[in-house]
């Protein structure tokens, strides 16, 4: 088998990875040599390029965390701030994430003062990002004309998710700022009724939040999440990553197991439906799929 590496960011990228699988096989001094080709030489990674070294920076920042090497940790954490501010503005969730480890490094020095500022700019990276994602869906709702539709969350707070990429494929320029937000579990007890199918695609929270007011009615409960194994699907149907495999966790239902229990529980939803991985994290996705995205983000 040949690898071909194009140019400075694919070799870049083939030793993060090496390094990241020689910290998890705990052969911290391989996995820092890895890391450290990343950096190396600096100076010829075209500026626009610089921000792919971050997660090698944030790499080593763990790798000498874990050794109590706090000084070098907080050097190591605070490049890596300082190459992802070179990236998008819309890419907050990795800076926050950032910032939150630098306040760990504090907290850890026992400089409370300082943790507890870092903590505050991760916390208002995230709170940009929140806006982002309910400007980008009430976007989407006003062009299917569907503006009319109410957008419930269950935590302002929570950390939010959004890839950069649904906001290349449509116009920056046309997406204006919307703060109209419900309460989830609101929303959910507002429209749902015995002959409802919902559909959910992450964690089960507002669901688990309607159903704990005693009002909660649904007819049918399709979610994305579970797993299914070599058990239960045939040989060639398997996603190549999940072979041999009877369980594996999924985060949709892992990440708040007290609410999928009670969701599991519940005898007023009529039926519950599971969409497995090995079976939904599959893409269909050819030339013409890629030609129509690439236009999209021209």
């Known amino acids: 088998m040949k690898i071909i590496l194009n140019d400075k960011s694919d070799i870049a990228g083939l030793h993060h990875q090496l390094g990241v699988i020689a910290h998890e096989l705990e052969y911290p001094k391989e996995a820092m040599y890895h890391y450290q080709q990343v950096l190396h030489p600096e100076s010829d990674m075209p500026k626009t390029e610089r921000h792919r070294q971050a997660p090698a920076y944030a790499s080593i920042a763990r790798l000498v965390y874990c050794k109590n090497d706090l ?19 819309l890419d907050k969730i990795s800076i926050a994430c950032y910032y939150n480890n630098i306040g760990l490094v504090y ?143 999924t985060f949709n239902l892992g990440a708040d197991i007290k609410a999928t229990k009670i969701v599991l529980d519940y005898n007023d939803i009529k039926e519950k439906f599971f969409v497995s991985k090995n079976v939904c994290h599959g893409v269909l996705y050819t030339k013409d799929t890629h030609k129509k995205l690439e236009k999209n983000q021209r």
């Open 107 to 249: 907290k850890r020095k026992r400089s409370y003062d300082q943790a507890l500022s870092i903590f505050e700019k991760a916390l208002s990276q995230l709170f940009l990002v929140l806006l982002i994602k309910l400007i980008f869906l009430r976007y989407v709702l006003d062009r299917f004309g569907r503006n009319d539709l109410p957008l419930g969350v269950f935590d302002m707070n929570a950390k939010p998710a959004l890839s950069k990429f649904h906001l290349k494929i449509y116009e920056n320029m046309s997406i204006k700022e919307s703060r109209e937000v419900l309460d989830g579990s609101d929303v959910l007890l507002t429209y749902c009724d015995e002959k409802t199918i919902l559909i959910c695609g992450g964690p089960l929270k507002n669901v688990a939040k309607a159903i704990q007011t005693g009002r909660f009615k649904l007819g049918r409960l399709v979610v994305q999440g579970g797993f299914a194994g070599d058990n239960i699907v045939p040989k060639e149907k398997r996603l190549s990553k999940f072979n041999g495999r009877i369980t594996c966790p």
């Open 71 to 89: 000084d070098q940790a907080l050097i190591h954490y605070n490049k890596t701030v300082e190459l992802a501010l070179i990236e998008s503005i």
